[in-house]
């Protein structure tokens, strides 16, 4: 389907613009700031950079998934049988930037229309790689030119815009990060206000270092309160941090799967177990609190997000 690969081709140009108009204008912001005294300035680069690299691979994120939709709608669906496999061309490997350009095994689909009609297509490098051949591979063609035919598994279908859209998430999660960060900050220069504007008398001195005195002399320690115990949120921490240590050793100890199999296991231990520990966290302070409501942690909750990405997205390549 040509349509998916020119809107591939047009998404990833828009996010290597995006990223070398980030460097400049990044850059830019961040001088200005520096210029103008801001200790903000590095903080405020950062953000306007991961800005623009986030916004553009969002964009493509979202026409290829508009795409993908429209594949869907304009295509009719066929069972093929796997035939076997063949290498990639070493010009496709080098620009789907297969590490040391190692070609990928593209498989080869039978499948035949209504009408009788036996056709063969390649399929997209390293789809469908697990499969024995003479395997059922699902198969999406167009009606009036059955020569047009992909695979239709999430990877061939919604993969581009799952790829462009976790980076996406990654850099606008920075982004935010960044940007809420800035409110917390001032200049780092801080301005007196009503300073004298002639030497202090040696009366004035005196009465200036009993002020400080004064003020750094420790205040009375209000009395300990009892640390509140809460069975739930200690259990639930406790759960949490033991799947976080296991969940990468186990799933690759443990599952006889494909590799993408174990990679969804390993990030949904890890989002589940991140997710543990806010609400851990937050049920503590609640309860510290007397029921007040707990402020939620922002970095942990925006990690949680991205890992939860990557977890659905490892899982959907797996599925048939």
Request: aromatic letters at 6%; hydrophobic letters at 50%; glycine letters at 12%.
């Given at each position: ?58 964009t493509g994120a979202l026409r290829l998934a508009q795409v993908a939709v429209q594949v869907q709608e304009q295509t009719v ?85 799952w790829a462009l859209g976790a980076f996406a998430t990654f850099a606008l999660s920075g982004a935010v990060v960044f940007l ?59 759960a949490s941090v033991g799947l976080l240590l296991l969940a990468v050793p186990l799933p690759v100890m443990l599952m006889q ?64």
């Open positions: 389907m040509e349509a998916l690969h020119e809107t591939g081709t047009q998404a990833q140009l828009w996010m290597w613009a995006g990223i070398g108009i980030g460097l400049l204008l990044g850059g830019a912001a961040g001088g200005i700031a520096a210029w103008l005294g801001d200790a903000r300035a590095l903080t405020l680069g950062l953000a306007v950079f991961l800005l623009c690299m986030g916004l553009p691979a969002a669906p066929a069972r093929g049988r796997l035939l076997g496999y063949e290498a990639e061309s070493a010009s496709e490997a080098q620009r789907r930037k297969r590490p040391g350009g190692r070609p990928a095994q593209r498989p080869r689909v039978a499948f035949t229309t209504p009408e009788g009609q036996r056709l063969e297509f390649l399929g997209l490098g390293g789809s469908r790689s697990g499969l024995a051949v003479g395997a059922e591979v699902p198969v999406r063609y167009v009606a009036e030119r059955p020569q047009e035919a992909l695979v239709a598994d999430f990877q061939t279908i919604w993969g581009p815009a809420l960060g800035m409110t917390g900050g001032g200049r780092g220069a801080a301005q007196v206000t009503g300073a004298p504007t002639r030497p202090m008398t040696k009366s004035e001195r005196r009465a200036a270092r009993a002020l400080a005195q004064t003020a750094t002399k420790p205040a009375p320690a209000p009395p300990a309160a009892a640390p509140t115990r809460d069975p739930l949120s200690r259990g639930l921490h406790l799967a494909r590799p993408m199999q174990v990679v969804a296991v390993v990030f949904a231990a890890l989002t589940a177990g991140l997710v543990g520990l806010i609400v851990a966290q937050a049920l503590a302070q609640r309860a510290a609190a007397d029921g007040e409501p707990a402020r939620w942690p922002l970095i942990p909750a925006l990690l949680a997000l991205n890992l939860g990405y990557f977890a659905l997205g490892a899982w959907l390549f797996t599925r048939p």
